[in-house]
């Protein structure tokens, strides 16, 4: 929850820049699918970090109940891990091309002429 809302609120703050790119000749789709893009790179880089460290404490813990017990009684649930982070990147790309579009409503000449 914490990402999208991170995300929408970047949409909105990114107003002027969404207009200046505009202005420069991107199309209104264009920002969308560049906004859509990014949002991905970033969920998937988040995705990939946080794993990472997940990765080493699960190891930890492991190898922590290996020596205690002499075998491994943790279980990781694939499935249920792998839909949560296909919906997370799913909510946070939607969430940044809504935002965009919202952002792209207004003309770009009246944004970029708009002090912050």
Request: aromatic letters at 2%; charged letters at 10%; proline letters at 3%.
């Amino acid at each position: 929850m914490a990402v999208i809302n991170a995300v929408a609120l970047a949409a909105a703050a990114r107003k002027r820049e969404l207009a200046v790119a505009r202005l420069s000749g991107l199309t209104r789709g264009q920002t969308i699918r560049t906004s859509a893009l990014e949002a991905l790179a970033v969920s998937a880089i988040g995705v990939i970090l946080g794993a990472a460290a997940a990765a080493c404490c699960l190891l930890a813990a492991r190898r922590g109940f290996l020596t205690l017990l002499g075998e491994p009684v943790l279980v990781i649930p694939w499935a249920t891990l792998l839909t949560l982070t296909a919906v997370s990147i799913t909510a946070v790309v939607g969430t940044a091309t809504i935002g965009t579009w919202l952002a792209n409503r207004t003309n770009p000449i009246t944004l970029a002429a708009a002090r912050e």
